[in-house]
């Protein structure tokens, strides 16, 4: 184990598997210092958790959540590929939220995710952001995570 193996395990947060893609794509891509993810959405044990637009469907607590489970599924494929404990910092992270009309809540309900990097890495955690309102999003899903992330 290594120090952020080991600290997933002190927070009692499990990674889950590499989900697999809905499409022609790879979960991630090493290139040089740093691993892109493709967008995550939040599928727990192989189904979508939830569908709908924030601020109708679903609630900001709700969406902060799955945004949550977006960032997990983001790390497993990290993970899957180079190694979670590779990580020297996550750089960036962008959350695309599927929103009611009006709902102009997308930062908050991507902190769901830049909260538990930052439970995770602490200051290695620390990253750029941007967090955009969609109309739609794949599968009706309310949240889709994305990152870019430094490996040793």
């Known amino acids: 184990m290594g120090r952020w193996t ?7 947060i499990d ?9 022609a794509y790879v979960p991630a891509v090493r290139t040089g210092a740093h691993v892109y993810t493709s967008g995550q959405v939040p599928i727990v044990d192989g189904k979508v958790a939830a569908t709908g637009k924030v601020g109708a469907q679903i609630s900001l607590e709700e969406a902060q959540q799955h945004a949550r489970t ?13 190694g979670l404990d590779s990580i020297v910092r996550i750089v960036k992270v962008v959350g695309f939220v599927a929103s009611a009309e009006g709902f102009t809540g997308q930062p908050a309900v991507v902190n769901g995710a830049s909260e538990l990097l930052g439970e ?4 290695a955690g620390q990253h750029a952001r941007s967090a955009v309102g969609v109309a739609e999003l794949p599968l ?5 995570i994305e990152m870019i992330v430094e490996v040793e």
């Open 120 to 123: 995770i890495f602490g200051e």
């Open 140 to 144: 009706g899903v309310p949240v889709e």
């Open 6 to 12: 080991d600290r997933l395990a002190e927070l009692g």
């Open 70 to 82: 977006c960032a997990l599924n983001a790390l497993a494929a990290v993970d899957g590929l180079v």
């Open 15 to 23: 990674l889950p598997g590499v989900v697999a893609p809905v499409a």
